[in-house]
């Protein structure tokens, strides 16, 4: 037992003063005739013996009632907690109240952030109106870096809202040691009110400043069952306007519970485009197709989204993608233009074909290309070269079609500057396509089972491919010997196709073959620059905008949110006509964006928050206090408020457990029962 004003210890010199009044008080005798002296001896024995242990009594009584009166004053209390705080010092208490997504959950008063936010109000109620407070959530506010009073404390807690940002405990502990480190006292408190996610919240992340005391606060949902819609894409990259899609989709099931007939929703462009319905076992993923048909050109905004209460923040998922009226394509010819490309690209509305000479290319109208198509050329010039580079860098794809007589060493020089594999020789021995990759995207669609006895390109002579390039890479098609027929690599952030035969009869029969028009037609159509179906809110900070936005002086964009609640001006940057889009945590609310300049809508982008608040597994006392024990974490603690409010809790906990109205009770309760004992024997 401590005590609080411990002077007033002294007051106990004062229990002398009711020994001294019965040391004389109590030995005056009366006298008393009495006319029989036969019984004086009897009662004059009796009496004494009564008057003795009465008057002792009485001391002890009137001793105990000025010792707790004195102890009273000193304001007696016992230490509860392991790192009390000085009751006479300044406090500076930082209360981190998570007002993540995942305290949407319903606990035992309401939602989890509720809760969370009359935790820290009956926390600040603990300490005294001179005391300083800070209050943090994920946001980090600027406004919040500073300690307020407790009035000031309370006004900014009724602000706090759910925010799409985490954060992990390390990161709300490091800023409490910053803000303290910043303060003029010396008792330093802090608190984490927090459901203490597994994904977010890692306990091997808890180890705090020794500077200050750190108590975990745990909000409890009552059910932590959950739903979130993980990610989609579609079948084929390729997007035609009248053509059917189909759509996949993945759902996650974060719990333990069996889902069934779960319904999911497709929205595009505000319409509602299907419905459909799937069963998703504990604590698994499971797949749903959706198939529809894209009517018209232009940007088209999706939403996918499902019903689950009360963790609603994942239920939606938006997608955005882009369907362009036509391709532009650029064949560069070495001697006169391909009849077979001809007939297939410059007949198609869905292309922009041009053929042009090696020697009248227009370089500054190279990047206004998706795909640019080398035909037949002998050698590469330093100056196309270093054209193309930057065109496979900046996401352009490439098709290369060999010459009968190459100069291998200037394709070589070429190839390898943009990271691709490079012709080596030409073999003239007989050969026949032995296999086609069905898995990639080229050919993903082309054949809805592949026949037995299918009749495949010959080939009588073909260019053998280096195999040294690092790149991603990937073939379409082999040769019986393993060797590849067409090759597929991404270089930078475009991708070059290697051909290893001149499109002419005398090397293979492929231009005339059924396999020539899907080949060329998909590479083509998969040139499309596309930005990313979706982007994840803080972690796509800075994000491409596809060619079709041409770098102009001093434009500027804007992203708008397409239900016209919130707009930013994004920083751009500009590279070599490759144009970059920096957020800096401006997006803060999921949804489709329309990419303005001025009032003309150029590019769609959708935005989805960040799903890893989905798994809803947090960590039990139990576990906490176990980790806290095992490392030895002495300025930590656990705090729970199961019988007490967290008001007389931490009040305990900081200035122990205050013993003056016990004392003041003891002292009143003595005077009574001295006062009933005069009264009742005489």
Not at 43 to 59: F, G, W
Not at 124 to 131: I, P
Request: hydrophobic share 40%; glycine share 4%; net charge neutral.
């Amino acid at each position: 037992m401590s005590f609080l004003n411990p002077f007033f210890l002294f007051g106990l010199f004062a229990v002398a003063i009711p020994v001294i009044i019965h040391l004389f008080n109590f030995r005056k005798y009366k006298k008393v005739y009495f006319t029989n002296v036969r019984f004086l001896r009897e009662v004059k024995q009796e009496t004494q013996k009564k008057s003795q242990l009465r008057h002792l009594i009485i001391l002890a009584l009137r001793i105990l009632a000025i010792a707790s009166l004195v102890f009273a004053f000193a304001q007696p209390y016992i230490p509860l907690s392991k790192q009390s705080a000085n009751p006479k010092a300044v406090n500076y208490v930082s209360i981190y109240v998570d007002n993540s997504f995942s305290m949407q959950a319903e606990g035992s008063k309401g939602n989890l952030l509720e809760e969370a936010k009359t935790k820290a109000g009956e926390i600040a109620a603990a300490y005294r109106g001179a005391d300083h407070f800070q209050l943090l959530t994920n946001d980090f506010e600027a406004r919040h870096r500073q300690f307020v009073n407790r009035e000031e404390f309370t006004a900014f807690l009724r602000e706090v809202e759910f925010s799409p940002v985490r954060r992990n405990m390390q990161d709300v502990i490091r800023r409490q040691a910053e803000s303290f480190s910043e303060s003029k006292g010396s008792s330093h408190i802090a608190y984490l009110i927090s459901d203490f996610q597994k994904s977010t919240s890692v306990l091997s992340q808890l180890h705090p400043d020794t500077a200050f005391t750190c108590n975990l606060i745990p909000v409890k949902a009552n059910k932590t069952r959950n739903l979130c819609i993980d990610s989609c894409w579609f079948e084929s990259p390729v997007h035609l306007s009248g053509q059917k899609v189909k759509l996949f989709v993945s759902v996650k099931n974060n719990s333990d519970e069996i889902m069934e007939k779960v319904p999911l929703k497709l929205m595009i462009n505000n319409m509602q485009k299907a419905v459909s319905s799937f069963d998703i076992a504990p604590n698994s993923s499971a797949g749903s197709i959706i198939t529809y048909i894209d009517k018209e050109p232009g940007i088209h905004y999706g939403m996918l989204e499902i019903m689950d209460s009360p963790i609603v923040f994942d239920d939606k998922f938006y997608f955005a993608y882009d369907i362009l009226p036509s391709v532009p394509v650029l064949c560069i010819n070495g001697g006169q233009s391909n009849i077979f490309l001809n007939s297939l690209l410059a007949e198609d509305s869905a292309f922009i074909f041009r053929n042009v000479s090696v020697n009248q290319i227009d370089y500054n109208s190279l990047s206004s290309n998706n795909l640019i198509i080398l035909n037949e050329l002998n050698e590469i010039s330093s100056g196309l070269s270093q054209e193309l580079q930057k065109f496979v860098n900046n996401g352009g794809h490439l098709l290369v079609i060999p010459a009968e007589n190459i100069k291998s060493e200037n394709y070589k020089t070429f190839l390898s500057s943009i990271g691709s594999n490079y012709y080596t020789v030409l073999n003239k021995t007989t050969q026949k396509i032995a296999e086609i990759n069905l898995h990639n995207p080229v050919y993903s669609d082309v054949f809805e089972s592949m026949p037995q006895n299918i009749d495949l390109p010959q080939v009588q002579s073909y260019y053998s491919l280096s195999r040294i390039s690092r790149t991603s890479q990937d073939f379409l098609m082999k040769l019986q010997n393993g060797e590849p027929f067409l090759n597929m690599q991404d270089c930078g952030k475009g991708r070059v196709y290697l051909l290893s035969v001149p499109l002419q009869s005398t090397f293979s029969n492929f231009p005339k073959h059924a396999l020539f028009v899907p080949t060329i037609y998909k590479i083509a159509m998969m040139s499309r620059s596309q930005a990313d179906l979706y982007y994840t809110i803080g972690k796509d900070e800075m994000i491409e905008v596809p060619s079709i936005v041409k770098s102009e002086k001093d434009m500027v964009l804007k992203l708008k949110n397409t239900n016209g609640k919130s707009e930013i001006i994004p920083e751009l940057n500009n590279y070599d006509g490759r144009i970059t889009m920096m957020m800096h945590n401006q997006i803060s609310d999921n949804g489709n964006y329309s990419l303005l300049r001025g009032n003309t809508e150029i590019n769609g982008f959708a935005f989805n928050y960040d799903k890893t608040e989905s798994d809803m597994k947090c960590y039990t006392t139990d576990e906490i206090n176990s980790y806290i024990d095992k490392n030895q974490l002495k300025n930590t603690q656990l705090v729970e408020g199961k019988t007490k409010s967290l008001t007389t809790i931490v009040t305990e906990m900081n200035q122990g457990k205050k013993l003056w109205k016990t004392f003041v009770l003891l002292t009143l309760l003595f005077l009574a029962i001295e006062v009933l004992f005069l009264r009742l024997w005489k």
